[in-house]
């Protein structure tokens, strides 16, 4: 087993999808993750995130060299104006794989669980070589309620969140046993080891420098996954 990223992160490469939405805009599905934070490093291209939160409804510019970060519950979309690649980094070991995320179906789609389990799976969950046609699909679906809980915020002002927070609350509680052992085991464990080795070097005890090593991948564990946002190439360090 590889040694986990700094800090129990979790990354990959994320090339937007570049298909036009209901709304004219290319790019990717609107969601928002319940525990996590993260961030986007762009590397190529251009183009924006559209993002709802505590807010409002704001827009921000995406370039290479650009770096952006938000906190869990920030509705976010990704919009692509030519060639958008993004190096993802993940909070939680990569928990929003794992479940962590929400689309923003329509309110009667969220309101049913096993209709927001149909509308959000891929085939074979998105494995590279699946039509990418359902994931278009799921995200046209996702824009459509994106555009209504954006309508209510600019109408009604943030408390117009609450509802869509309260269904994706209760939509993902069956995982969350599931999620704090990938936290506990990730995020958790590495800051507990930052403690171990500070109490240590406070003692005067250097050993574990003894016992570094270097990890590396030459290339992702796997290469155009179906993502929410695009096509993902994944690394597994965990």
Known sequence: MADPLPGGVGVSRLCVYDT?????????????????TEAYVVTGGSGAVQTISGD???????????????????VHRLVNH???????????????????AVLTFPPDVLADP??????AALPGGGAPGTDVRSAYARRDLAIEGFTRLRDAVERDGPRAMAE????????????????RNRW????FR??????????????????????????????????GRLGMCGRLDTYRPE
């Open 114 to 119: 096993d209709r927001y389990a149909e509308a």
């Open 164 to 179: 869509f927070h309260a269904a994706a609350a209760a939509l993902k509680q069956p995982q969350l046993d599931t999620w």
């Open 20 to 36: 036009v939405t209901p709304d004219g805009l290319p790019g990717g599905t609107p969601h928002l993750h319940l525990c996590c």
């Open 184 to 187: 506990e085991n990730g995020a």
């Open 56 to 74: 409002g409804f704001a827009e921000y510019e995406l370039a290479p060299g650009t770096v952006l970060w938000f906190t869990p519950g920030t």
């Open 190 to 223: 590495a800051a507990q080891v930052t403690g171990v080795h500070l109490d240590a070097l406070a003692r005067g005890d250097a050993t574990h420098l003894t016992h570094a090593r270097v990890t590396a991948f030459a290339e992702p564990a796997e290469r």
């Open 82 to 100: 030519g060639g958008l690649d993004i190096v993802v980094i993940m909070g939680n070991s990569g928990l929003p794989e794992a479940g962590d």
